[in-house]
């Protein structure tokens, strides 16, 4: 539009001011402006908006050549596409942001769940382990009642982690004979001047009074108790009396030592116990704890102080002689139970063979 202005100025100036000029000359010289004017045009792109600034640069005597006019708008023209790189960068570098961020709110999303998820996996890993011992106890004292169930009143089943159990027992009661009864024997022939037969009547009589005094000690425990349930059928109270059993049973060696003290008082009815207690005291005090364990067995075991007139060997030990028919007992024998299986032979002292 300003080129067009210009030689529109120019035609008329030239008309005006050299109207004597030939009319070719300027005809030519409308040409060459017209020529000069296309060659410009040739350099202006569809929507010349672009290049106002390389055209008022041009106007103002900026660029004053063709070659100058061609870089200028390549110039211009590499700045228009680094900004609209750089816009579209900023668009992409916003719409980047746009979905971190996204990202971010969906990250912290995530960690919530997976934070939810371990405290419900925590939880029901501790609800697992409370199942886990519960199921445990359960078993355990399912095994305990079991076990009680098939040991009540059942000799023949036994528990193998009680140091006092009825084969233990059997070889206590061997041992006793074998050492203590052997040293009380001593102390009595040396100190009371006693005969064989007298220190071997004492020393049974102290047995067998200690023996008789268990028995009844539990019986009256277990009485006890069963008076408190007065009026109740056996079936409805045998949960309570086995308990009471076994009750007795484990605090046997609290009770014990009690008991020993009972048994040497002088109030007691153990009358060869209190007379020979100072010379015979090891040896009582391992009959109380031997009888005493005797009698919390379920059932309890028997000391058998009564033999037949013709030797058993199955249930029987000689003592210093041989034969066939028994004089007297030495040493009582011990069953599991009444009508039981032996589990320590006794000794008896055959008459002398004529």
């Known amino acids: 539009m300003v080129v067009d202005m210009i030689l529109t100025v ?7 001011y050299l109207l004597k000029i030939p009319f070719k000359m300027i005809t030519w010289i409308f040409q060459q402006f017209v020529s000069l004017y296309n060659f410009f045009r040739r350099f202006l792109p569809q929507g010349g908006h672009k290049y106002h600034r390389v055209e008022n640069d041009i106007e103002s005597g900026l660029v004053d050549d063709t070659d100058n006019y061609r870089k200028a708008i390549e110039a211009n023209i590499r700045f228009q596409d680094s900004q609209e790189k750089i816009t579209a960068l900023q668009k992409e570098k916003d719409d980047a942001i746009t979905r971190f961020q996204d990202s971010q709110e969906q990250i912290k999303v995530l960690q919530k769940e997976k934070s939810d998820v371990l405290t419900r996996f925590q939880d029901c890993q501790e609800k697992i382990n409370v199942l886990q011992k519960e199921k445990s106890d359960v078993l355990t004292r399912l095994s305990e009642v079991m076990g009680s169930k098939l040991r009540d009143n059942n000799p023949a089943i036994t528990d193998l982690n009680d140091p006092n159990r009825p084969m233990k027992l059997g070889d206590q009661f061997s041992e006793l004979y074998e050492n203590e009864w052997t040293d009380a024997y001593s102390v009595l022939e040396d100190s009371k ?20 005094t268990c028995l009844a000690d539990v019986s009256q425990q277990l009485s006890g108790h069963r008076s408190t349930v007065h009026g109740l059928s056996d079936d409805e109270i045998e949960g309570f009396i086995k308990a009471v059993k076994d009750s007795i049973k484990t605090n046997a060696s609290k009770y014990i030592p009690l008991l020993r003290k009972k048994i040497a008082s002088d109030s007691s009815s153990c009358k060869t116990v209190v007379q020979y207690r100072d010379c015979c005291l090891a040896y009582i005090e391992s009959c109380v704890n031997l009888c005493y364990y005797v009698a919390v067995q379920d059932p309890p075991m028997v000391i058998d102080f009564v033999t037949g007139q013709i030797f058993d060997k199955q249930s029987w030990k000689e003592y210093t002689r041989s034969g066939t028919e028994v004089e007297y007992v030495v040493w009582p024998a011990l069953y599991l139970y009444k009508g039981g299986p032996i589990m320590s032979k006794g000794v008896v002292q055959p008459k002398e063979t004529k």
């Open 10 to 16: 120019c035609c008329s100036c030239c008309y005006y």
């Open 193 to 212: 001047k006693l005969t064989e037969i007298e220190i071997i009547e004492i020393l049974i009589k102290i047995l067998k009074d200690i023996y008789e």
